[in-house]
């Protein structure tokens, strides 16, 4: 069975070409001027403010994924401030892994460790998350780990839809640049995004076989969504890890998602 597309461009916020022509104000004393043209900068790389977004593109498009996610990072989210959780973030925590993989994982957001560091899925939860990966035999290393937001709400609070809604765009950009065969969606919020179910419980999602779908790109990959690790390190109590009744149904779906890598989608 096919997997994604992967035939799309990189959309990337260029910074555009901005409008330079300043009127001046009509005087009737002195002559019209010619006003002043400037040529325009030669254009030597992908880091000039002038270069124009239909040129960054067919240039991106030849790009490897771990240049477009670098690109994203560094050039397009930059020292993002578009939603209020960049007032108490530490670090914006982009995401890791290998930009190649072809299993990628999406949480929710950055918890305290995560923004002291940088790194999603460290502390417990990303223990609980090393366990499952090595009880199922995949390599973290080679998988991708991102969350649906990049900043760290407040008390861990959950996502609000309008941050949801400025940062979600970074992670369907680093969904087009790794074009992963399947996501795993760790959480009610990363499920319900990816799989444009608003209004199903996780355990509703669970029961289905999902389908992250972009029209614009013309992405579409399976989806399986799972209980969040944080969730299960609740639930487990004191159950030696990857061993709980919570654990059990997380391996169970991930062993779907790697069925899914091995056999195509479902
Ligand atoms: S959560 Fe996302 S949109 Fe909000 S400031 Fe951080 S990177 Fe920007």
Wanted: charged share 25%; net charge positive.
């Amino acid at each position: 069975m096919p997997g994604p597309s992967r035939s799309s461009p990189p959309s990337v916020h260029s910074e555009g070409a901005r409008a330079r022509g300043a009127s001046q104000p009509p005087t009737s004393v002195a002559p019209p001027v010619a006003p002043a043209v400037r040529a325009p900068a030669p254009r030597t790389d992908l880091s000039e403010k002038t270069v124009d977004t239909s040129s960054l593109r067919a240039k991106a498009s030849e790009w490897s994924a771990g240049k477009k996610l670098a690109y994203l990072r560094d050039r397009s989210i930059g020292d993002c401030r578009r939603c209020a959780l960049a007032q108490g973030r530490t670090n914006i925590v982009f995401g890791v892994g290998n930009p190649e993989a072809e299993l990628m994982f999406v949480g929710e957001a950055p918890g305290f460790n995560e923004d002291r560091q940088g790194i999603p899925f460290v502390g417990r939860a990303g223990e609980r998350l090393n366990i499952w990966l090595d009880l199922l035999g995949v390599p973290r290393g080679n998988a991708y780990i991102a969350n649906v937001l990049k900043c760290r709400p407040p008390n861990n609070r959950d996502p609000h839809p309008v941050e949801v809604a400025r940062c979600s765009p970074f992670l369907h950009a680093q969904i087009r640049a790794i074009q992963p065969k399947v996501l795993v969606a760790l959480g009610r919020f990363a499920g319900n995004l990816l799989s444009g179910s608003e209004q199903l419980a996780l355990h509703r999602m669970r029961e289905r076989v999902l389908t992250y779908r972009e029209a614009k790109h013309g992405t579409t990959v399976p989806v399986v969504v799972t209980y969040h690790p944080s969730y299960v390190l609740r639930q487990s109590g004191d159950a030696p890890p990857g061993t709980s009744k919570a654990d059990e149904l997380v391996l169970s779906d991930l062993r779907r998602a790697v069925g899914f890598l091995r056999q195509g989608r479902p």
